[in-house]
């Protein structure tokens, strides 16, 4: 029976990709992307061809069907997203349920994520860490769920394009400035820049560039037990 793979894709640096998804690119009869063209770059730079079909958030549904007849027809699918594991704040999630809700097999098939590679060089955080990626650009929105989240004393990543990152470092040093957060620029890329501190300093970092170019994660440490019964006295 044909298998539907998931396939982790590199974030900035192409010497990330696995031999293991090289090889399942190589193996598929048809390539799934959530931008063809982005993905085309990648499998020309490894010397791959195959059929490509789009698989992005506003087709999900759509193309979700057309790759389970294509399995239907024996043919073996690779999804990918633009960078990272698909359905970590990238389309996949949708497919993959449909997928295996169409009595096929959906193969994860792991690389690189921005989450875990901050969260890997991020330090102490507490013992339980939330991803939350994208919140709201309304900036209501947003503040409500930060405040949420840094009520719960729990460690959290978030991401964020470079249009908005000094806004929600603000909000996060306005609500909690001496929560430490570490800043995760161009991760894996050639520019990569890790920055740390209480919020407030890592905000006024960013706040006082002329310019802010790339793709960020955000790693908010949580609170322990003891650290909150020191705030409470």
């Given at each position: ?9 590199p ?103 921005a ?87 890592v ?31």
């Amino acid at each position: 029976m044909a298998v539907l793979y998931i396939v982790g894709t590199p974030i900035g640096n192409l010497g990330d990709i696995t031999m293991r998804a090289l090889e399942t690119l190589r193996f598929v009869d048809v390539v799934a992307a959530e931008d063809t063209r982005h993905t085309l770059e990648l499998l020309t730079h490894f010397e791959i061809r195959k059929p490509m079909i789009s698989c992005r958030a506003q087709n999900e549904e759509a193309a979700a069907q057309k790759i389970i007849d294509l399995l239907k027809k024996g043919q073996n699918v690779a999804y990918a997203s633009d960078a990272g594991t698909p359905g970590i704040s990238d389309p996949g999630s949708v497919l993959a349920y449909n997928v295996r809700q169409a009595g096929f097999g959906v193969v994860p098939i792991p690389g690189a994520c921005a989450f875990a590679a901050l969260a890997s060089v991020a330090g102490p955080g507490g013992k339980t860490l939330v991803f939350e990626g994208f919140l709201s650009p309304s900036p209501g929105k947003r503040r409500k769920r930060l405040r949420e989240l840094l009520e719960e004393k729990k460690a959290f990543v978030l991401y964020e394009s470079p249009f908005r990152i000094v806004k929600l470092l603000t909000d996060i040093a306005d609500i909690e400035g001496s929560r430490r957060v570490v800043v995760g620029r161009e991760l894996t890329k050639m520019h990569e820049e890790i920055v740390d501190g209480p919020a407030a300093e890592v905000c006024q970092n960013f706040a006082s560039r002329q310019s802010i170019k790339g793709e960020f994660a955000v790693f908010v440490a949580g609170i322990s037990g003891k650290e909150r019964s020191s705030d409470d006295e």
